[in-house]
């Protein structure tokens, strides 16, 4: 099942501008993550938030996260062409350790020249 | 280098075969994770391990099998009951509470 859904689906801009993905899932969360994924790749871990905090910050990443609306936002500032990729949240259960992840729809993020 | 190291990048499968997808990882995490992603979706779970001769099913195990007898290892079995097997195949491990590390991934596709 898929616990998180990702706006929007798909997103161009030019390098230089800021890209904003949002995400919205279903229940309580012990933390939500957000990975990317370039074309044919593995995913790889961004920034992880957990459910007790609001913003967290890493180098022009921005996670913002309100569980009242049970949503996310990722913030990527002054884009670059490197950053052409698709983007996924994840939700950990707030139950347990070793928790498996539920992986949203993604967003496919083209940053152009 | 710590990491996961999935193989074959590519693999073919005939129709009735049964294929066996490896996932190796040095980074001493406890649970292991195989997820399918066909193109333009997600991620579906379908099955992980928490530690070493225990595993769970997850959302899509059907027509699919794992072992866990060492930490390391945690391959992915793709028996012929599984009717649509063509799709992007990536294992995972974690430890805790931590982000996931992703292999490089394992394309499949039946001919």
């Known amino acids: 099942s898929q616990q998180g859904e990702e706006d929007p689906q798909a997103l161009s801009i030019q390098e230089g501008e800021n890209a904003t993905m949002n995400c919205s899932y279903k229940?309580?969360?012990?933390?939500l993550q957000w990975y990317r994924q370039n074309s044919g790749r593995g995913l790889v871990h961004l920034i992880l938030?957990?459910?007790?905090?609001r913003e967290k910050h890493s180098g022009r990443l921005r996670v913002t996260l309100d569980t009242s609306k049970k949503s996310s936002s990722l913030l990527i500032t002054a884009s670059r062409a490197a950053d052409t990729a698709s983007y996924f949240c994840?939700?950990?259960?707030?139950?347990?350790?070793?928790?498996?992840?539920?992986f949203g729809t993604g967003t496919r993020l083209q940053v152009t020249l | 280098d710590g990491g996961i190291t999935q193989s074959p990048k590519y693999l073919f499968r005939k129709e009735g075969q049964n294929v066996t997808l490896s996932c190796e990882q040095n980074?001493?995490?406890?649970?292991m994770y195989w997820y399918r992603q066909d193109p333009g979706q997600g991620l579906r779970l379908i099955y992980y391990?928490?530690?070493?001769?225990?595993?769970q099913k997850g959302d899509i195990a059907e027509g699919y099998s794992v072992s866990r007898e060492k930490k390391e290892s945690f391959p992915l079995t793709v028996t012929s009951a599984q009717k649509n097997p063509t799709a992007f195949y990536l294992c995972?491990?974690?430890?805790?509470?931590?982000?996931?590390?992703f292999g490089s991934g394992t394309r499949l596709t039946v001919v």
């Open positions: 995972a491990s974690g430890q805790g509470e931590g982000g996931y590390t």
């Open positions: 229940t309580s969360i012990n933390n």
């Open positions: 938030i957990r459910s007790n905090e």
């Open positions: 994840a939700t950990a259960p707030n139950t347990g350790t070793a928790s498996k992840l539920t």
């Open positions: 980074l001493n995490h406890d649970a």
């Open positions: 391990s928490q530690i070493v001769n225990d595993f």
